[in-house]
């Protein structure tokens, strides 16, 4: 009679097992740990990048309202000071020959700030490595040929920050040129109510509270025929690099709007739908097949028909989407407390508005950076200490010695002023206010239900596209201009031809 067999587990059998799922866990935990860094570093190149587009685009909206002679620039600290005329009230097309006020840009590494002189002043970013602000020189003999460069003002950002988790740098370099109009048009002997006409969007840019190269960047034939052959060729010469540069940008941006995670899943169907994530995937495919040809002519403008307008149509599609969620959001977080009126006409109340919103992008930061924090090892977290990776709460708190010592840098008023101590204790109120607030907005249910956590994941997707699409139709209008320039150096070629022939 055969011994019965028994059932069960070797010690060897075990110890495989043991092996083997170890391995298992490690892979999963690197690839994890890889996915995590990818997506921090990532995140951070993107608000690089929206930094230096906000620096450039106000720069240069400023540059073209700037009164000739005045612009002065002065190193360590780098300043830049200069008047520009303001926009007129009972037209938002033109600027006033009448009111003028004075700008200062300063730069105390990492913080660029800008400052209307004797109101209000505005952080454009605390990632600032370096910026290099030049003009070029002419000699006697080019300025009677190409006087109109020495209206130009070239401006180099280089800008870098952490990953929050890393010991990884990330830089993001850019430059631009833009020309004071007023001076330009002073060499060129124009009339003066050309300086002072502009373009609505640019008065957008000028009239933001607190918060484009040539002209408008854009060439006229007319005009363009009176230059030689020479200044026509290195015109041209710029315009094809302009497009070679914008193509390259584009296919970057293209790349990263496809990598953009909208939380859609192909399994997503009937009682699991995700409707969330399938509008944002939408918008993320529509956003993508924009594309823009090398040669012109384009539509016209009034046509509302050109690459970059159809970048506006999915941007207002993408907003209203942010705009839905983020009240969600916003009343979820902020149940049981006062939510403040951003729209209110008392302005002190618009003021605590904003101030709660940016409280509750802080906590919204804040999560994110638990989350990471959590899936760390023991070793990634002490690198993470090292390199003094904080909160933004934590960030954001400073000492009164702290504020003060923000606002002599900036040189915003005289020390010992009422002024200034009036802007050092409304610091002081905001920043205690936004600690409030900070407190008493919980994220907790953001832990809950799975259609939760889809118009989460659909919400983050969004606003990544939302900055992907914003550089998408600034490179656009870039490459747009410089193909309507193209056009403009052909038809000015044409009319010398013709004067030259009689025909």
């Given amino acids: 009679m055969k011994a019965a067999r028994k059932s069960g587990i070797t010690l060897v059998e075990l110890m495989v097992a043991a092996v083997l799922a170890s391995m298992v866990i490690g892979a999963a935990m690197n690839i994890w740990s890889y996915a995590r860094r990818n997506i921090s570093r990532t995140t951070t190149r993107q608000i690089l990048q929206m930094d230096a587009q906000r620096i450039l685009t106000q720069f240069k909206a400023d540059m073209k309202a700037a009164k000739a002679e005045t612009f002065q620039s002065t190193a360590d600290p780098l300043t830049l000071v200069f008047k520009r005329y303001v926009v007129d009230d009972t037209d938002n097309t033109k600027l006033s020959a009448d009111k003028i006020e004075e700008i200062r840009y300063v730069f105390s590494k990492p913080i660029l700030r800008r400052q209307v002189v004797g109101s209000y002043q505005k952080t ?4 600032v490595d370096n910026i290099r602000v030049s003009r070029k020189e002419l000699s006697e003999a080019q ?31 850019q430059h631009t040129s833009a020309v004071i109009r007023d001076e330009f048009y002073s060499l060129a002997n124009k009339e003066r109510e050309e300086v002072l006409t502009i373009a609505s969007e640019v008065a957008e840019e000028l009239d933001k509270p607190a918060d484009s190269s040539f ?3 854009e060439l006229n034939a007319q005009s363009l025929s009176s230059l030689t052959e020479e200044q026509l060729a290195d015109l041209l010469e710029t315009q094809e690099g302009a497009i ?7 296919s970057e941006l293209d790349d990263r709007i496809e990598d953009v995670d909208t939380g859609k899943r ?14 944002v995937k939408k918008m993320r495919e529509d956003l993508g097949k924009i594309r823009c040809p090398d040669e012109g002519p384009l539509p016209d403008k009034e046509d509302k028909t050109r690459p970059s307008d159809q970048v506006d149509g999915v941007l207002e599609r993408i907003n209203n989407k942010i705009g839905n969620l983020e009240s969600q959001f916003y009343t979820k977080s902020y149940a049981g407390t006062t939510i403040l009126d951003a729209d209110s006409d008392n302005v002190e109340t618009q003021r605590q508005a904003a101030l709660q919103k940016r409280a509750y992008e802080m906590k919204l930061t804040d999560r994110q950076i638990d989350k990471a924090m959590e899936g760390m090892s023991d070793e990634e ?4 200490e090292a390199s003094n990776v904080k909160k933004m709460i934590d960030a954001f708190n400073r000492t009164e010695e702290e504020i003060r010592e923000e ?6 008023a005289p020390e010992g002023s009422t002024q200034f101590e009036e802007l050092v204790q409304r610091e002081i109120r905001d920043q205690a206010f936004i600690k409030e607030q900070y407190n008493a907005c919980n994220l907790d249910w953001m832990e809950s239900s799975s259609e939760d956590q889809n118009a989460i994941k659909a919400y983050e997707g969004a606003k990544q596209l939302k900055s992907l699409a914003e550089s998408k139709k600034e490179t656009l209008k870039l490459k747009e201009m410089a193909i309507d320039n193209k056009v403009e150096i052909d038809e000015a070629k044409r009319i010398k031809q013709e004067s030259f022939t009689g025909n």
């Avoid at 454009?124 to 990632?127: A, C």
């Avoid at 070679?244 to 584009?250: D, G, I, P, R, V």
């Avoid at 169907?269 to 399938?278: L, P, Q, R």
């Fill in 124 to 127: 454009l970013s605390t990632n």
């Fill in 143 to 173: 300025r009677e040929d190409e006087a109109y460069l020495e209206a130009r003002v070239d401006i180099a950002l280089d800008l870098a920050a952490k990953p929050p988790g890393t010991d990884i740098e990330e830089r993001f370099s």
């Fill in 215 to 217: 002209f408008n960047e």
């Fill in 244 to 250: 070679t540069e914008a193509k390259k940008n584009l």
């Fill in 266 to 279: 192909w399994w997503q169907i009937g009682w699991w739908s995700n409707d969330e994530g399938a509008d």
């Fill in 381 to 384: 977290k002490a690198e993470a």
């Fill in 407 to 412: 606002y002599r840098t900036s040189a915003v």
